[in-house]
């Protein structure tokens, strides 16, 4: 059973910094994807950084880029971080993370209609102005 915990929500001002970390467990993953999404009150959940097993690399979604990372630990490759920097009121959301071991759906997800696989219970982040 697939099982993903994420950690490091929580609240700050504008302009503040938060990291989130998410662990998976029961499965390896040795392609596809493992990341974080987010889900605003009244607003569609929406992809914000996604982690590419294979190769290693990261797509970002345009708001965050310049102010989050996404980076896997390279000791523990089933945990993934998002760096939150230059947080703003807009960040505000629910995030979770999720993960899939299909490239193209890993893929696809930018372009929409698309759900992965496996997903966390979701931490809250609050930026208050």
């Known amino acids: 059973q697939v099982n993903l915990v994420e950690s490091g929500g929580g609240s700050v001002q504008t302009g503040g910094s938060l990291t989130l970390s998410c662990t998976a467990s029961?499965?390896?993953?040795?392609?596809?994807?493992l990341g974080w999404f987010r889900q605003a009150p009244g607003k569609e959940r929406e992809a914000v950084a996604l982690?590419?097993?294979?190769?290693?690399?990261?797509?970002l979604e345009d708001s965050v880029q310049g102010r989050f990372t996404i980076s896997q630990d390279n000791a523990k490759q089933n945990t993934v971080y998002l760096q939150m920097n230059s947080l703003e009121p807009e960040d505000t959301a629910m995030y979770y993370c999720?993960?899939?071991?299909?490239?193209?759906?890993?893929?696809?997800?930018?372009?929409?209609?698309?759900?992965?696989?496996?997903w966390g219970q979701g931490t809250q982040v609050t930026v208050s102005s």
């Open positions: 982690f590419y097993r294979a190769g290693g690399s990261k797509i």
């Open positions: 999720a993960a899939d071991q299909d490239l193209p759906k890993c893929l696809n997800i930018w372009a929409g209609g698309e759900t992965l696989s496996y």
């Open positions: 029961g499965v390896t993953f040795r392609g596809g994807c």
